[in-house]
């Protein structure tokens, strides 16, 4: 890039640009949400070509040009990813937390029931069946509901960026 063109203003298209390709490096687990909230920050604030430059200076592809957003080549698959089968569970068990608590409950109770069971020689009341009741009937309102899990916090803090994004641009004009 030539020096001419880092001292040129931006626009809030080129602003839109920027928050675009950041939200791809988010989305592919190159930057965390709080860098992500940084960088924004700093896009939003930035008032030359120069300034916006920065923000993409250890990403691959760089900043996006007209009309692009830039992806990058796809990395190896994690061994742990924060979501999907990687990390041994299936990617709908991050949807709905109560499931993933019943199913760790449930087991857990079990197993102490059976060994109090075992370790006694008679079969007890069946006792485990009230946290499990418990956490079922969460379970089945969270499915209802549509899940309470990491992607509806996603979701929802991205909500918050345009809706904070949109009062910016209020305030400027």
Avoid at 27 to 36: C, K, P, V, Y
Avoid at 114 to 119: F, H, L, P, R, V
Avoid at 147 to 169: P, S
């Amino acid at each position: 890039m030539t020096e001419d063109h880092g001292k040129l203003r931006i626009s809030n298209a080129d602003r839109d640009r920027a928050i675009a390709q950041l939200q791809a490096a988010l989305d592919e687990g190159r930057i965390d949400l709080a860098e992500f909230d940084e960088r924004a920050k700093t896009a939003y604030e930035a008032k030359t070509n120069a300034e916006l430059d920065l923000i993409f200076d250890d990403l691959p592809g760089g900043r996006p040009k007209e009309g692009e957003v830039a992806v990058a080549e796809p990395a190896e698959a994690p061994a742990h990813g924060p979501h999907g089968a990687s990390h041994g569970r299936p990617p709908w068990m991050h949807r709905f937390p109560a499931l993933r608590g019943l199913i760790t409950v449930g087991a857990i109770t079990t197993g102490i029931w059976a060994a109090t069971w075992i370790g006694s020689g008679e079969p007890t009341y069946f006792w485990p069946i009230w946290p499990i009741l418990g956490l079922g009937i969460a379970t089945i309102m969270q499915v209802v509901g549509g899940g309470w899990g990491d992607e509806d916090e996603h979701r929802r803090e991205h909500r918050e960026h345009r809706e904070r994004r949109r009062d910016r641009r209020r305030d400027r004009y």
